[in-house]
C-alpha cells in the first residue's frame, strides 16, 4: 500500500458504484486472484477518459477483459477499443466476458506477443492513437514504449499502470529480493525514460499500485 490504508478506504467510499456486469466480473475476479485495476486506478481512468473524450484506445494487457469492459463503459459514443493479451487462460476468460460486455462492439482483441502486434499496428496507423493504457509485463515496459511513441498521436494520454511496485521501487536495489531486482531496475528506467523524454509530459502519481500520466507534447 503506497497511500495510507484509512484514506485509501475512505477515498473508495466516495466512489461511484459499478454497473452490475462490471460489479460482478470484479467480484470473480478478485476471488480468483487474478489482478485487475483498483478502484482508486478505476477513478483516475474514468476522470481520464471523461477529460480527454478519446477516439481510440489501446489496451496493452487485457487480463480477463475487465479494464477494456470498465473504459468501454465510460469512452465516448464514438470511441473504440483494441486491447492485446497473449495468456491462453486470461484470453478465454477475456473472450467470454468481453462477448457479454454491453459495448462488446466496441471492443476488439487481439491475440499474441504484444511486441510483435504493437509493431503491427504502428505500421498499420502511426500516430492513430489517442488513449493508450499500458498494464502488462512489467519488466517490458520499455521494450513496448518505442512502439507506444510511434502510435501516440501529439495531444495522445499514455497510463501505465503498476509503476510503483507496491513502493518497492523507491528502495534500493540491494534490499530487494533477488528474484525481484531484474523488474525492479528495468522500472526504475522506465519511470526515468518516461520523465525525461522531450516528447513526453510525464506525471507520477500515487495511485493504486502507482500511475504515470504522460501526454505526447512533440
Known amino acids: 500500500m503506497i497511500v495510507d490504508e484509512r484514506i485509501t478506504a475512505y477515498i473508495n467510499t466516495?466512489?461511484?458504484?459499478?454497473?452490475?456486469?462490471?460489479?460482478?466480473?470484479?467480484?470473480?475476479?478478485?476471488?480468483?486472484g487474478v489482478p485487475i485495476i483498483r478502484k482508486e486506478?478505476?477513478?483516475f481512468l474514468r476522470f481520464l477518459l471523461?477529460?480527454?473524450k478519446p477516439r481510440r484506445i489501446l489496451e496493452v494487457g487485457a487480463a480477463v477483459g475487465f479494464s477494456a469492459i470498465f473504459m468501454s463503459e465510460y469512452m465516448p459514443e464514438d470511441c473504440t477499443i483494441v486491447t492485446i493479451e497473449k495468456v491462453e487462460m486470461r484470453l478465454v476468460k477475456a473472450r467470454k466476458h468481453i462477448s457479454f460486455a454491453p459495448r462488446r462492439n466496441k471492443i476488439t482483441l487481439l491475440e499474441g506477443e504484444a511486441l510483435v502486434?504493437?509493431?503491427?499496428?504502428?505500421l498499420d496507423g502511426p500516430n492513430s492513437l489517442d488513449f493508450?493504457?499500458?498494464?502488462a509485463a512489467k519488466a517490458q515496459y520499455l521494450n513496448y514504449l518505442p512502439e507506444i511513441m510511434r502510435l501516440l498521436s501529439k495531444g495522445g494520454i499514455l497510463v501505465t499502470d503498476n509503476v510503483l511496485q507496491d513502493g518497492t521501487v523507491a528502495e534500493s536495489?540491494?534490499?530487494i529480493t533477488r528474484r525481484d531486482r531484474t523488474i525492479h531496475t528495468r522500472m526504475r528506467e522506465y519511470l526515468y525514460t518516461l520523465t525525461h523524454m522531450d516528447e513526453l509530459e510525464t506525471a507520477v502519481i500515487p495511485v493504486g499500485d502507482g500511475i504515470t500520466v504522460s501526454t505526447k507534447v512533440k
Open 41 to 43: 486506478t478505476q477513478t
Open 117 to 122: 502486434l504493437l509493431k503491427k499496428l504502428a
Open 50 to 52: 471523461a477529460v480527454k
Open 14 to 32: 466516495l466512489e461511484k458504484e459499478l454497473p452490475f456486469h462490471l460489479k460482478e466480473l470484479e467480484k470473480s475476479a478478485l476471488l480468483e
Open 173 to 175: 536495489r540491494y534490499g
Open 132 to 135: 493508450i493504457f499500458l498494464d
